[in-house]
T-cell receptor, first 117, second 114 residues
Framework: GAGVSQSPSNKVTEKGKDVELRCDPISGHTALYWYRQSLGQGLEFLIY????????KSGLPSDRFSAERTGGSVSTLTIQRTQQEDSAVYLC???????????????FGPGTRLTVL | AQSVTQLGSHVSVSEGALVLLRCNYSSSVPPYLFWYVQYPNQGLQLLLK??????LVKGINGFEAEFKKSETSFHLTKPSAHMSDAAEYFCAVSFGGGAQKLVFGQGTRLTINP
């Protein structure tokens, strides 16, 4: 596709349920990021994948959050036992990684709006 | 700790007036600086970026920003506002080393008055 896509666009779930959010990055982009946008916390980094390197999980707020990236492309963010404070827009971005010295543009998807009742 | 501060959560200007959105950063290493725009119900779009080349950076839609190391600032400007500029604007920083993650400011919502 032409850009980063995310699914679903909206997700409503009940407290305590698990949810999976999907991100399809731009073809050929080796770096993939997850961010969370919420009213109280603004835009927060969650996790970053680059090639075959170990992901940077430093932004994950709790062990209920996890993410994987299969085949170096599609990524899934999983939230277990959702809580109301997990309600937010989850944004995915990808970039063409050219090395640590470069700061390449991150292209963002439209986001998944998660509402936990 | 590295951080980004955007002064003013809401800015309102008249159509045709100067737009000035303020961003200050705190960093012990040379930063890479970005401005993103977010239109309603859309993802973030890059306006411009500073990566240690020219200190005055020109971006899309007539926006530009100037990196001032002495003031640790990267303010965003546009000489003449258009109605279509109404959106939320985020300043973001990426710091030295291998980490590519962005640290965002709290955002500034820009309103354009006719």
């Amino acid at each position: 596709g032409a850009g980063v896509s995310q699914s679903p666009s909206n997700k409503v779930t009940e407290k305590g349920k698990d949810v999976e959010l999907r991100c399809d990055p731009i073809s050929g982009h080796t770096a993939l990021y997850w961010y969370r946008q919420s009213l109280g916390q603004g835009l927060e980094f969650l996790i970053y994948f680059q090639g075959n390197s170990a992901p940077d999980k430093s932004g994950l707020p709790s062990d209920r959050f996890s993410a994987e990236r299969t085949g170096g492309s599609v990524s899934t963010l999983t939230i277990q036992r959702t809580q109301q404070e997990d309600s937010a827009v989850y944004l995915c971005a990808s970039s063409l990684y050219r090395g640590a010295a470069e700061r390449n543009e991150q292209f963002f998807g439209p986001g998944t709006r998660l509402t936990v009742l | 700790a590295q951080s980004v501060t955007q002064l003013g959560s809401h800015v309102s200007v008249s159509e045709g007036a100067l737009v000035l959105l303020r961003c200050n950063y705190s960093s012990s290493v040379p930063p890479y600086l970005f401005w993103y725009v977010q239109y309603p119900n859309q993802g973030l779009q890059l306006l411009l970026k500073y990566t240690s080349a020219a200190t005055l950076v020109k971006g899309i839609n007539g926006f530009e920003a100037e990196f001032k190391k002495s003031e640790t600032s990267f303010h965003l400007t546009k000489p003449s506002a258009h109605m279509s500029d109404a959106a939320e604007y985020f300043c973001a920083v990426s710091f030295g080393g291998g980490a590519q993650k962005l640290v965002f400011g709290q955002g500034t919502r820009l309103t354009i008055n006719p």
